[in-house]
C-alpha cells in the first residue's frame, strides 16, 4: 500500500521520501486505485508496517520557481469532461535509484482538505464541507517499469496525465470535483519479480511538492492565473491582447 505523505517533511529543493505504509480514509476504509495501492486524502491516518528500504533517492521539482509563482497566485487547473492536461505540467529529476533496479513511478492526486471552495472578493475562501471523493485513481508512467539508468537519464515528465469532472470517465483519467483544493503525490515503488507491485511489503517512496497543489475549476476564476497561463504556456501566447483571453485559455490549458 502507498503510504501518506506529510508536507512538513519536505525539504528545500527536493521532496523528503517517505517508506511503506498503510493508509485509510477517514471513514476507515482504503480509496482503492490500481493494484490495491490507495490513495487517500492528505489527513488520513496512517500505520507504518515497515522500514524505509528505497531512503537514498530524491525528487526535484522541474520549473520549481515557475510552480511558486502559479502557487502564490492561487494555483488553477482546468477540468473538462474529455480531460485536460495540467499546466504547469508535472516533471521531475530523479538521483538516488539503484542503477539496475527496475521502478514503477505513478502519481496519484488526492484532497489537500475537506473543503469546498469559492472565488469571492479576489480571493479563494472556503464555503462548505467538501463533497465526497471520487474513488482514487493512479496515473502510472508509461515508461514504468523501467531501470534507475532509464529514470535518472533526464526529466521525468507526466504532461499527459489528464484531470477530468467526469465521474463516469472511462479512459483513466484523475477524476476530481470542481472547486476543491487537492495534492498531486508522486511515487516510487521498486518493481517486483513479474514487473509490477502491490504488495504490502513492496518497497516504494512517495514525495510531495506543496507548491504543486491546486484549485480544481471549470473555468479560470483569478486573472493573476490566466495571465500566468498566457506567459508561459507555449500553447497560450498566440492569444496574448486578445478580448476572449479568459475564454480561449481556459480552452487550452
Known sequence: MLQEKSLSDVEDGFAVPQGPGQAETT????????????????????????????????????????????????????????????????????????????????????????HRYKFCDNKWMVAGKAEPAMPGRLYVHPDSPATGTHWMRQLVSFQKLKLTNNHLDPFGHIILNSMHKYQPRLHIVKADENNAFGSKNTAFCTHVFPETSFISVTSYQNHKITQLKIENNPFAKGFRGSDDTDLRVARLQ
Open 27 to 114: 471513514g476507515g476504509s482504503p480509496v482503492v486505485g490500481v493494484a490495491g495501492v490507495s490513495s487517500t486524502p492528505l489527513n488520513s491516518p496512517q500505520v507504518s508496517d515497515a522500514e524505509q528500504t528505497i531512503e537514498n533517492i530524491k525528487v526535484y521539482l522541474h520549473e520549481k520557481e515557475l510552480w511558486k509563482k502559479f502557487h502564490e497566485a492561487g494555483t488553477e487547473m482546468i477540468i473538462t469532461k474529455a480531460g485536460r492536461r495540467m499546466f504547469p505540467s508535472y516533471k521531475v529529476k530523479v538521483t538516488g535509484m539503484n542503477p539496475k533496479t527496475k521502478y514503477i513511478l505513478l502519481i496519484d492526486i488526492v484532497p489537500a482538505d475537506d
